[in-house]
């Protein structure tokens, strides 16, 4: 099974501010990895998948990258409603797991 | 507009069963695979199981193989959850996911509906 990490776990910023989650695959995923944006009581919505490239519909202020295992979700100029949970999810072999969440909180 | 509507949570007995259903709407049913996902109050989020757009392949995670079945109608443009010998720990909310496309990641999600299994 591939284990799913993220950093940090809770992330304070404000808006206006460019912020950085990163994720790790324990093993080689290519480049299936999804980020999804959860906000409390709703279901997640999909931003990215293909590591990098965006739904249709989410701003482009959202990006995605990848290094290696490494993954990373960029949000350049943190907006009101970008507060939130987020979750990265591999799905490049099954059991498709996800990362254990990054929660964005106002500063 | 693609739309999920999950139906059939509610309060169970440790070991006992509950079926979940999820009405699909807004794209052609039988083209895609759908999913459950599962998130425990407070905690992230967990995919359980996958059922083909032909019905002819299931996946289950090991928390809930030989004890969850999952099925599709594409008749009726439903899938459902066979949920039994319940446990404390399948306490949560369970959405219903479509794959985006061939792959496994989820484009449109249900509203979700919690399942409680408490004495």
């Known amino acids: 099974d591939v284990q799913m990490t993220q950093s940090p776990s809770t992330l304070s910023a404000s808006v206006g501010d460019r912020v950085t989650i990163t994720c790790r695959a324990g093993q080689n995923i290519n480049s299936w990895l999804a980020w999804y944006q959860q906000k409390p009581g709703k279901a997640p919505k999909l931003l990215i998948y293909k590591a990098s490239s965006l739904e249709s519909g989410v701003p482009s202020r959202f990006s995605g990258s990848r290094s290696g295992t490494e993954f990373t979700l960029t949000i350049n100029s943190l907006q009101p409603d970008d507060f939130a949970t987020y979750y990265c999810q591999q799905y490049n072999s099954g059991p498709w797991s996800f990362g254990p969440g990054t929660t964005v909180e106002i500063k | 507009e693609v739309q999920l509507l999950e139906s059939g949570g509610g309060l169970v007995q440790p070991g006992g069963s509950l079926r979940l259903s999820c009405a699909a709407s807004?794209?052609?049913?039988?083209?895609?695979?759908l999913n459950w996902v599962r998130q425990a109050p407070g905690k992230g989020l967990e995919w359980i199981s996958v059922i083909s757009a032909d019905a002819e392949r299931t996946y289950y995670a090991d928390s809930v193989k030989g004890r969850f079945t999952i099925s599709r109608d594409n008749s009726k443009n439903t899938i459902s959850l066979q949920m039994s010998s319940l446990r404390a720990e399948d306490t949560a909310v369970y959405y219903c996911?479509?794959?985006?496309?061939?792959?496994?990641?989820?484009?449109?999600w249900g509203q979700g509906t919690l399942v409680t299994v408490s004495s």
């Open positions: 996911a479509k794959d985006r496309d061939a792959y496994r990641n989820f484009d449109s």
């Open positions: 807004g794209f052609t049913f039988s083209d895609y695979a």
